[in-house]
C-alpha cells in the first residue's frame, strides 16, 4: 500500500532563554485556519485536476497527474519512467502496477487515507480523525488519522492560508516511511465516467 500511502505531526518548538534584564520578543505565529473553513474547501472541491510531485521514502521521485472527482473518486496518472496508475472508484482503490501483468492489487478506500478527503462530507471541527492542527512554516496543518484503525499511519495536509489552497501533504505509514506529495494548482475539469472505473481500467490495459 505505499503508493496509497502517497496519497510527522507538526510541533511547535519553544526556546527558553536565560533569565536577563532584557525581554526581547520572538516571532509572531500566524494562527491556523479555522477547521471549519479547511472542511468548507475541502466539501467545495468537485471535479478539479493538477499536476502533482511525489518523494518517496527511499528518495526517489515521482510526477504525473491527478485527477478528483468528489466524493469517492481519484486517479493519479505516474508519467514515464513510472506509468503507474492508483485509481480510487466504486470505494475501492486500485493499484496498477506498470512493470506487472497480474491485475491491480485493490483495498478498501475507507481503508486508506485517500478517504478522509474523499468522504462526502468533511466536517473536521467534530472528526475523531483529527489528532492535530497547526501552523508550520507559514501553512496551516491538519493531522488526520483512522480512529479505528491507527497503525495505519498518519496523514498530515498543509494548507495555504489565503486563498486557501491543500499545497501538499505528508503521509507516514507503520513503519515511519513518510512519503511527500506537492499538489500543483488545482483547475475544475470534467471527466467521463470511465475515467474512475476500476474495471475498464483493467480491461483496457
Known sequence: MKRIRALAGPALTFVAAAVTSVLVAGPVVAAPVSLAALSNYINGIGSV???????????S??????KIKRPGRMRFEYTKPDNSLVLAGAG??????????????????SQTPLNLI???????????SVVGHGEQDGMTTVTVQDPNRPEIGTMTMFFEPSPIRLAQWIVTDESGG??????????????????FSITNEARNR
Open 118 to 128: 474523499l468522504r462526502s462530507t468533511v466536517d473536521w471541527r467534530v472528526s475523531r
Open 92 to 109: 475501492q482503490v486500485a493499484i496498477f502496477d506498470a512493470k506487472s501483468n497480474l491485475p491491480p492489487e485493490q483495498y478498501p478506500l
Open 61 to 66: 521521485r515521482s510526477e504525473g497527474i491527478v
Open 178 to 195: 513518510r512519503t511527500l506529495v506537492k499538489l500543483g494548482k488545482m483547475t475544475a475539469a470534467d471527466f467521463p465516467p470511465s475515467t
Open 49 to 59: 485536476q493538477t499536476d502533482f510531485t511525489q518523494l518517496n521514502p527511499d528518495g
